[in-house]
């Protein structure tokens, strides 16, 4: 066989190897795990966010199956919602692609979300699925003050973005939230906690993936967050372990009126050690 047949019949299965991914794969994806609008699936809340994406590029809603199935957000994130009464307006502080805004969409038909990302494709993607009840912007903390969103809110969202910003923006971050949040208002943040050993795997390949972009992140412990909180004026009701992942920790807060941790709320210190037992148990 001479040289140049051979690379002909190279060329000829790269193309069709290009012609599988790019458009044989993606179809047949789409046919066998797409939800359709008036199935069964489709009458499930994850089934109605999944039809938000399916009209955008295969990866972003295969993306969002695998998270709705995968993270345990959303098998925590609805008892850490549920009290914030009255949701008619959210804020989602590093939306990403916009997946628990949409969730929260599902969980508050009446509810508005405004959010904020600072990458400009996951802006585009959020706002095509939160449509006619969403408005995104290309912003992200501490920067949350934005024209034409509302003054305050009744639930506002972090969700595992404060490694990604200095412990200066991370207070006015919080300041500026206290005072948005109206009476009864919940901020629900979820954060990347520092490991006391070598860490998990996923950790170690986080740190990986960081040193080679040249990223810098701002840990911090439970306690470090609960008292940042605590001294921007925000009552922490609740910082409890996500999935039963020691590295990564939900906590729940409410604005006080004045300076303090106010009646009803637990001192900083308690709650992160009520969250290390926790981690124990």
């Not at 969980?107 to 996951?122: E, H, K, L, N, V």
Request: with cysteine; charged share 20%.
């Amino acid at each position: 066989m001479s040289p140049h047949a051979i690379i002909l019949i190279l060329c000829l299965g790269v193309g069709v190897a290009l012609v599988g991914i790019a458009i044989v794969m993606p179809a047949l994806l789409r046919t066998c795990l797409a939800v359709k609008a008036g199935s069964d699936a489709a009458q499930d809340w994850r089934g109605r966010v999944q039809l938000r994406y399916q009209n955008l590029r295969t990866y972003h809603w295969m993306f969002v199956r695998f998270k709705l199935r995968r993270d345990p957000m959303f098998l925590e994130l609805p008892d850490l919602v549920q009290a914030a009464a009255n949701v008619r307006t959210i804020l989602d502080v590093g939306c990403g692609y916009g997946v628990a805004g949409c969730a929260m969409l599902e969980w508050f038909p009446q509810a508005a979300i405004y959010a904020m990302d600072p990458d400009t494709a996951r802006v585009g993607v959020a706002a095509s699925a939160f449509g006619e009840r969403g408005q995104v912007v290309q912003a992200g903390a501490p920067h949350i003050v934005v024209p034409g969103f509302p003054p305050h809110f009744d639930l506002i969202l972090m969700l595992d973005v404060i490694h990604y910003i200095s412990d200066a923006e991370f207070k006015l971050t919080l300041e500026r939230i206290c005072d948005r949040l109206d009476a009864g208002g919940r901020l629900v943040l979820r954060a990347v906690i520092p490991p006391s050993g070598l860490g998990s795997k996923l950790w170690n390949l986080e740190q990986i993936r960081q040193r080679i972009i040249g990223l810098r992140a701002y840990y911090r412990t439970v306690d470090q967050i609960c008292q940042r909180m605590v001294e921007t004026g925000l009552k922490v009701s609740c910082a409890k372990c996500s999935g039963g992942n020691p590295e990564s920790y939900w906590f729940v807060a409410q604005a006080e009126s004045s300076t303090g941790i106010g009646q009803g709320a637990m001192p900083s210190g308690q709650l992160a050690a009520q969250a290390q037992n926790q981690e124990h148990d």
